[in-house]
């Protein structure tokens, strides 16, 4: 099947996955986001590369933090921005989910950011619209959140330079999880060393080896030794869909503690997507502490979406 | 009534052992005779000659699952445009499961069912009764009117029951008046609302997956249910191996159980699917490889009695979305002959042991008069060309759902005709 993200140049034009997208792409987004890193210290931070543009931000699921630099990506970038959060609007009137994309088509929009609930949402959107509107995944079910995976990788390259020769833990709730499974891609594509993820195996997903990874149900042995360790956040469910006994249980085996940390290589840096549960996913300590880049990923979060914003733009022949 | 004589065809008739080239003789809406060698003597004048040279004439296939979508959701399929599928596909006896709308729970639903199938002039389309009241899984059904009306099997068709104690009187009271009970085995707690196998491609996609186990523990209980009831089993589409294997092992123990397979089972495993194609939407979902391989090997050696198309059309809405909030289902009647030859083309079995698992097999589970060229039977047949190719499109395509995976793709195989009691239903 041809990657329906590329056009027929082989670049991006919609963000859907990091599935099927090769290295070079990868490093042209962190590219492309490094120049912008720049601009947020400037007194101005505004270039006019999507002037007149309108990017709609749907999100049919609840999300302050993404919406919120996604939102400001787009301003920063001179774009006109509109965003519904339609999980309180149109489509519990019953509206479909194509009908709400086909009426925003008809007022002449540029691009769709989309959050949804369910896997694979993104990609029915990409399908179904016209073709002149790129669509990025903001996060659909448990399949993909590219721009924090890219965003997290653009955070691993400010610290680690290379990747080639890193040991990357992925440690909680993998199964559920969205952003994992991207980052998992990407490191790959990227071509890390190691990529393990350590996790209790009812938040393991079945086969989670095909994905490239080295799976590990013990905390201590996984981060043994490991460059990047990257805490995931776990949802209060978990708990009544007896996937875990407590928090309290879980914090024991599977928290971040100070001594745990020391396990891992010196300079290891502490990463999370945030929101942070403090006292079940790490201890306070370390979220706030020396290892912690948890700021930065935010900080970077907007140069990485600004830059997947004005390539697809761009590939899709639109961008000034 | 017209008397039929179609020449030079490749009879095949396993129920009969036979697998050569002669004629066979219709009259009355009967088979008179087959003959696959000079027979002096036989004097028939027939109105009508057929020839069927290069071609194989079989007995007419029995589907034991056809959703017809009639009555109730004409919008995706009636009772008319589906049937013609049916005729196209050399189908000639078809089970309806009981999910229809209403439900098939009153004598008076089975019989606009026949009203219906009457003025489609298709014959034989077999209403599967509701186990339960309305399908909900907790009341017995009137399940000797229903038959009486003229409900071939009784099913609870994908429905759960609410508890296994409902299942083993629904199974005691079936027993009692001699109805077979078509089970669809699955544990809806394990299953959990998933929508593709919980492997690689799950895993790799994000989707709500389901577990092997979901199915085969469903077999398990259901075989320990039959032994306890004495009734008369047979499983509906099975998609694992785990559950092919414990079938076998039922029935070398003795059980009267039977088991059947969607064709597209046979063919399409998780790698196949297309990512987030809500064509390949099905359930029980494509399994793996080895599942696979393993139901082609328990048809090859009989655990498997038959092969269905599980046919559901869908409308376009009903696929247009993500895909876990699509309709699961595939528009798979026209499709049954060609992939029934790709697996005798694969060498997974022989043509023989395809057409067996189309006709008499199925006639045997359902204890009906059918399936194979007997003189004496009803004059159900079809004629079909193994080597000629057609592209699924929308001229070639009867049913009014489009939803199967193989939409535009190039096939090898076809009806050319149709015959149900006599009556040419379906000629190209």
Redesign the interface.
Known sequence: ?TNIQLNQNGKLKHFLSI?GLNEPILTEILNTAESFTSMSKQQVKKVPLLRGKTIVNLFFENSTRTRTTFELAATRLSADVLSLNIATSATSKGES??DTIHNLEAMHVDMFVVR?A????G??IAQ?TAPHISVINAG?????HPTQAMLDMFTIRQYKQDFKPLKVAIIGDILHS?VA?SQIQALNVLGVKEIRVIAPKTLL????E??GVVVYNNLEEGLAGVDVVIMLRLQKERMTAALLPSEREYFKCFGLTEARLKLAKPDAIVMHPGPINRGVEMESSIADGPQSVILQQVSNGIAVRMAIMSLTMQHNGVAQ | MSKIHISNGHIIDPANNIDKTGSVYLADGKIVAVHTSETNGFDFTADKTIDASSQFVSPGFIDLSVRLRDPGQSYKGTLLSETSAAAAAGVTSLCLPPDTRPVIDTQAVVELIHDKAEKAHYNNVFPIAALTQGLAGSELSSMYALKEAGCIAVSNADVPFSSLLVLRRAMEYACSHDLLVIYHPDIPSLSNNGCANEGAFATRYGLPSIPEASESIAVAQCLELAELTGCRLHFSQISSKRSAIKIQQAKKYGLKVSADVAIHQLHLTENDIEPFNSAYHVLPPFRTDKDKLQLRESLANGTINAICSDHQPHDLDAKLGAFPETEPGVSSLETLLPLMLKLVKDNAITLSQGVAALTYKPARILNIQSGSLSSGLPADLCIFDTEQHWEISQDNWKSAGRNTPYWGETMKGRVTKTIQAGKIIHSL
């Open positions: 099947m599935d989910l194509l949804h369910i896997s694979g949402a990609h029915f179904n659909d079910g448990q399949h993909a969205r499974r997903p079945s086969h989670v095909s994905l």
